[in-house]
Nanobody, 124 residues
Framework: VQLQASGGGSVLAGGSLRLACVMS????????MGWFRQAPGDEREFVGATKWSGGRRSYAESSEGRFTISRDNFKNTVYLQMASLKPEDTAVYYC??????????????????WGQGTLVTVSS
């Protein structure tokens, strides 16, 4: 397993959750770690990403101001802290790693490694 995501669950609107993604194996050579999500019937969409070295981060407009990506280089772990959650945030969340590019891409196709997904359900 290259990426192992965890932390999903059910929460009321306005609540918070923190997702974690542990990297291992070949994924450790990646330059960029990203988070995507996919709701039933929808395409997978970009949530946010961080460069593994340096402080550069990028967020989707829907995430900006509510979600924060952080990383622990010693634990090879990237986190997605989600606050002020809304029912429309309900989705399966995936972590992903890009070992080819040095600039953050919002395109899922640029990421080679994917975690198994963790379900986040936000109820009103």
């Amino acid at each position: 397993v290259q990426l192992q995501a965890s932390g999903g669950g059910s929460v009321l609107a306005g609540g918070s959750l923190r997702l974690a993604c542990v990297m291992s194996g070949s994924a450790l050579s990646s330059n960029i770690m990203g988070w995507f999500r996919q709701a039933p019937g929808d395409e997978r969409e970009f949530v946010g990403a961080t460069k593994w070295s340096g402080g550069r981060r990028s967020y989707a407009e829907s995430s900006e101001g509510r979600f924060t990506i952080s990383r622990d280089n010693f634990k090879n772990t990237v986190y997605l802290q989600m606050a002020s959650l809304k029912p429309e945030d309900t989705a399966v969340y995936y972590c992903a790693a890009d070992s080819t590019n040095y600039r953050i891409s919002h395109a899922a196709g640029e990421y080679e490694y994917w975690g198994q997904g963790t379900l986040v359900t936000v109820s009103s």
